[in-house]
Structure formats: structure tokens, C-alpha cells
């Protein structure tokens, strides 16, 4: 047998009866049950990977971005006057 590791949850009173049934009509234990139903739904949750480089490339945009000289006059438009167009 492999080693397992203890977990203690609760779970709600409608779970318990499915899962005392399930465990009755198919001869497994509620454990195994448990654990079958954890690796379905563990299958299916996939984890998105950070682009660790792309995240630094930003990051050196925006410092780039912020050394740059002010613009000589500024700006001629205030933002209310986007919503205009």
C-alpha cells in the first residue's frame, strides 16, 4: 500500500449520504471515493504558467517609459474630451 497522508474536512450532510451510498453500491471506501473525486477534478483545473521574462521586458518598458523627457506643451486635451468624440 502506498503512504497517505491524513486529511481531516467537513463536508455537508447531503455529501455524506451520496457518498455512504456510492461507498454501499460500489463495495469501495468512502476514502478511496474521496480520493477518485479529487484527482477528477484536480484533472481538470489547469494552473496557467507566468511568462516570467515577458513580465521583465514590461517591467523595463515601463522604466524606460518614465526616464523619458516631458514633452515640450503638453498635452491639449482633458479626458472628458474623448468621450465626446
Do not use: C
Amino acid at each position: 500500500m502506498s503512504s497517505k497522508i491524513r486529511k481531516q474536512i467537513y463536508i455537508e450532510p447531503r455529501q455524506e449520504n451520496l457518498l455512504k451510498a456510492i461507498a454501499q453500491q460500489t463495495g469501495v471506501s468512502e476514502a478511496e471515493i474521496i480520493r477518485q473525486a479529487i484527482d477528477l477534478h484536480l484533472s481538470e483545473i489547469t494552473v496557467t504558467q507566468t511568462n516570467l521574462a515577458a513580465w521583465e521586458a514590461e517591467m523595463k518598458f515601463i522604466e524606460e517609459i518614465k526616464t523619458r523627457p516631458v514633452q515640450p506643451g503638453g498635452r491639449d486635451w482633458q479626458r472628458a474630451d474623448l468621450y465626446e468624440r
